[in-house]
Each structure stands twice: as C-alpha cells, then as structure tokens.
C-alpha cells in the first residue's frame, strides 16, 4: 500500500525559508497530481499548490504565489514545497496529498491520498 510521509516542518522566524518533502512509498504508485494543503485549528483545509505530475504544470494559491515553490521528483516519487519570505500567517499543518484520476483540482475532496501532516510555525 501506497503512503505519503511528509517531513522538513518546524519553527522559522518571518522572512525565513523551509522545505517541505513528501515522499511516497510503496511498490506501486500511481499519481497524475500532487498537492499541498494547510490547515489551522477552526479552519477548513487550505489549497497551497499543486503540480501536475505528468506534465510538471503548477498552481498556487494567490496567498503563496512568488514566495513558494512546488516541484517534483517522478523518479523518487517525492514532491517538495520550498517556502520563502514566511510569514506568520503561514503557520499551520502543511499536508501532501496525491490525485490518482486525470486531471487537475484544487478541492480537498478530489485527492485520495493524504500524508499525516507535518507542522510549520512561523514566529514574528
């Protein structure tokens, strides 16, 4: 069975930099998107970025966009979110999550297969 194990959270000061990874393991995996989400207690998940695993294609919400980065790696089945110029507002559950149907989504509800989560604080 297939499972998402994320890594690379922890506490940065404002203006700092991390590096999510989400690696994938597993005999067998099978993924068109990969997707990260955040989540804050009293809120509802949040769409971060996803990239389009086939054709390398990336969103990002308006909130991260300039400052974070999704990218992959087929080979190693690993998709990684490198964050810049956090802000506090960034802190929160960060989770990976993989699509395994055509197409893309930004929806919570359209990906089938979630890592555990892994916390990032950003401090002022």
């Known amino acids: 069975q297939v499972q998402l194990v994320e890594s690379g959270g922890g506490l940065v000061q404002a203006g700092g930099s991390l590096r999510l990874s989400c690696a994938a393991s597993g005999r067998t995996f099978s993924s068109y998107a990969m997707a990260w989400f955040r989540q804050t207690p009293g809120k509802e998940r949040e769409f971060v970025a996803l990239?389009?695993?086939?054709?390398?294609?990336?969103y990002y919400a308006d909130s991260v966009k300039g400052r974070f980065t999704i990218s992959r790696d087929n080979a190693d089945n690993t998709v990684y979110l490198q964050m810049n110029s956090l802000k506090p507002e960034d802190t929160a559950v960060y989770y990976c999550?993989?699509?395994?149907?055509?197409?893309?989504?930004?929806?919570?509800?359209?990906?089938?297969?979630w890592g555990q989560g892994t916390q990032v604080t950003v401090s002022s």
């Open positions: 990239i389009n695993r086939i054709t390398g294609h990336t």
């Open positions: 999550a993989s699509r395994s149907y055509s197409g893309v989504s930004q929806s919570v509800g359209m990906y089938d297969l």
